[in-house]
């Protein structure tokens, strides 16, 4: 960066605001990671406010003896739920297509989260030819985006299509019940009623897993965050070794992305101390709720 821009920054940003340096910086766009860099050359006495998910944050930016103001992303309405991918798409989804089927549009708004473009097509495919005239609400209507139940939203998608799926999808009034996405769908989404948030393979990490799952949820009804995890995630360098425990686990899912998050062991999670808090804390339940979730693959 040129002394020009470095002085112009220093200028007019004090604090400068920064955020997602810690995962973007690591991946999706790389000059974040060197913004540490940029504040090296902006001298002593230029605040810097770093509002972010993780502490690694502190080390990217050479902050000194930080003072942190920390908040939990707990979110005690969401249930946190795991299931091996020992199936097929065809076995995991049946369910959701014949609840689809049988409440139309009283179905619970859904996010079903892929990996890739594939596995995304190959879901939303499935579901689309298993509804049949289904799809469409009235049963048999003309197959136009206003009127699906169903719809598919990735980087293929064309802007005007992806527009419209958003505004369809956060409209009370609309149609449509289930989105098959990539994770570019959400960002920036204010969809307050959606009740559960599927994911059809493993985050990289735990903040990103927090974030998606965030978006289930927000006027603080119950929801439900399931995660399908397969072989292929398990034995992928590119997830964090974090997210593959939290696959396997025999003890509270949400203690344990909260204490990975916080990064500290000494923290004092918030607990939920029912069986809403997740399919581990379910097991030991015996209400009915929790054997009749028990007994669903998908749910
Ligand atoms: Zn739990
Ligand atoms: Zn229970």
Redesign the pocket.
């Known amino acids: 960066m040129c002394e020009e821009m470095v002085s112009s920054v220093a200028m007019y940003y004090r604090p400068i605001l920064t955020h997602l340096i810690s995962i973007r910086g690591a991946t999706f766009r790389k000059e974040f990671g060197q913004l540490g860099e940029v504040r090296s050359l902006l001298g002593k006495g230029v605040q810097i406010m770093a509002l972010t998910t993780r502490r690694s944050i502190c080390h990217t930016l050479g902050m000194n003896r930080p003072a942190i103001f920390a908040s939990l992303p707990n979110k005690p309405n969401i249930k946190y739920v795991v299931h091996a991918k020992s199936s097929s798409i065809e076995e995991s989804f049946s369910q959701l297509v014949e609840d689809v089927r049988r409440l139309r549009t009283a179905y619970d708004r859904t996010i079903v989260f892929c990996r890739s473009y594939n596995d995304c097509a190959q879901i939303f495919i499935f579901v689309k030819k298993r509804l049949g005239k289904e799809y469409t609400e009235p049963v048999g209507a003309p197959d136009l985006a206003l009127l699906r139940l169903v719809d598919m939203f990735n980087a293929c998608t064309l802007p005007a299509v992806k527009n419209s799926i958003i505004q369809q999808f956060t409209d009370p009034n609309s149609c449509l019940r289930v989105v098959v996405a990539t994770i570019a769908f959400g960002m920036g989404l204010d969809c307050p009623n959606v009740r559960r948030v599927v994911h059809w393979g493993v985050p990289e990490d735990i903040e990103s897993y927090l974030q998606e799952t965030g978006r289930a949820g927000r006027d603080g009804q119950p929801a439900l965050a399931i995660l399908y995890y397969g072989g292929i995630d398990m034995s992928s360098v590119n997830i964090q070794d974090e997210m593959k425990d939290y696959c396997k686990l025999n003890k509270c899912r949400r203690n344990f992305l909260l204490k990975d998050f916080d990064g500290d062991d000494d923290v004092d999670i918030p607990v939920v101390t ?2 809403s808090c997740c399919d581990i804390c ?1 097991e030991s ?1 015996k ?1 009915i ?2 054997e009749d979730i028990n007994d669903k693959s998908f749910y």
Do not use: R
Request: a negative charge; one cysteine or more; aromatic letters at 0%.
């Open positions: 029912d069986c379910s339940c209400c709720a929790c």
